[in-house]
């Protein structure tokens, strides 16, 4: 094909070759400027779901306008051939970029923010990308993403579908995307993918969460021996923690991570611009130098007074309480002795004593370390009770004076904080609009009774 002309587009030389069609640099010569002109081989015109699917690619593509997705010029088919021009991007392809031990933070989070601008303006088009991956997002000679390859674009439809989109999954290269209906790239697919069940956005959510797990860790979040190996992690395995690749990275991204990654779609980041907001005051805390870095003794966050007010002025509170308690009540120096808390997997954070001081209460994320709950135990038992299920983080326990509840922030979309109360036996909790401290003990005013 080099040195061919189709239409008006001279071939000049090869680019790639993926699961639908070879891509050519080109020039145009009505327009005088390179062009990518995607090609599907003659030998694979007679198929008519591979022409559909090329063909839907281009209408995707081109019904979006958006300055980090490709632009589509033109869909055309000349001496038999059938081919799609799009904007030429000199640059390399991340899978090209992410070095061995991941990409630079700053860098990182600003592709991965242009990536989710993209897809955000996508999705609000009823557009699912269905093949996010390395190799299909590009970053050009002035650092500017671009998403590549809407082969596998499927418009979002509110009724459940029959198309044969649950066959068997074919076998072939763990690179290619995948010819049979089950489609997508192994190593990025989300379970639901995986499963051939009807996808939405949260779908190209767990493909983002798996790019960006390999673009800070330069390791892929799913990997095995083959690809029905690469499928069953998918589906049953989580990746290794964030932290045990590189104690450099955020715990706050790692969070962001972990929720993309989350097998039940329910559990992820319900919308693209939520994760977006998200990753953006993630990197406006980098770029002030206000982010810290995960540790091998856990996290340690800095972030605006907004942020830090509320846990200070619980922590000050308890403080209090616990000062200016009656001495009768605090065990004397030679009741003490050392007594292990917690020797669980994960991280455990924040511990507070009772005031009775047979009980702590702390923050676990949990034996698959995927969430931040508030657990109870007593002193010396080897077991905990879990207190809080939600979706979110909760952090930052305080007990009542009494001992009767136990307060506790919960972060919530957007990085807004609501606090809570629980009892130390168990749900059901409530949200309180104030907490202040009274002669009674803690005055708690929950929402809508004020």
Known sequence: ???????????????????????????????ERFVALKILPTDRMADPERKRRFVQEARAASSLNHPHIVTIHDIDEAEGVHFIAMEYVDGQTLDQRIPRHGMRLNEALKVALEMADALAAAHQAGIIH?????????????GVTKILDFGLAKLAESSDSSSPDAKTIRLGSDLQTEEGSILGTTAYMSPEQAEGKKLDARSDIFSFGSVLYEMVTGQRAFQGDSKMSTLAAILNKDPKPVKELSQTIPYDLEKIIIRCLRKAPERRWQAMPDLKVALQ??????????????????????????????????GMLAVTIWLFRSPSNVPSQSQMSVVPLTSYPGEERQPTFSPDGNQVAFSWNGEKQDNFDIYVKLIGSTTQLRLTTALEADTCPAWSPDGRSIAFIREGPGRKASVHLVSPLGPPERKVDAISLTEGGWLGLPTGNR
Do not use: F
């Not at 090869?14 to 050519?24: A, C, I, N, Q, W």
């Not at 190799?135 to 050009?140: L, R, S």
């Not at 005051?281 to 856990?298: F, P, V």
């Open 1 to 31: 094909m080099i040195g061919k002309t189709i239409s008006h587009y001279r071939i000049l030389e090869k680019l790639g070759e993926g699961g639908m069609g070879v891509v050519y640099k080109a020039r145009d010569s009505r327009l």
């Open 130 to 142: 269905r093949d996010l991956k390395p190799a299909n997002i590009m970053v050009n000679e002035k």
């Open 281 to 314: 005051e993630l990197k406006e805390e980098s770029d002030s130098g206000k982010l810290a870095t995960s540790t091998i003794g856990g996290p340690v966050r800095r972030r605006g007074l907004w942020a830090i007010g509320l846990p200070t002025i619980l």
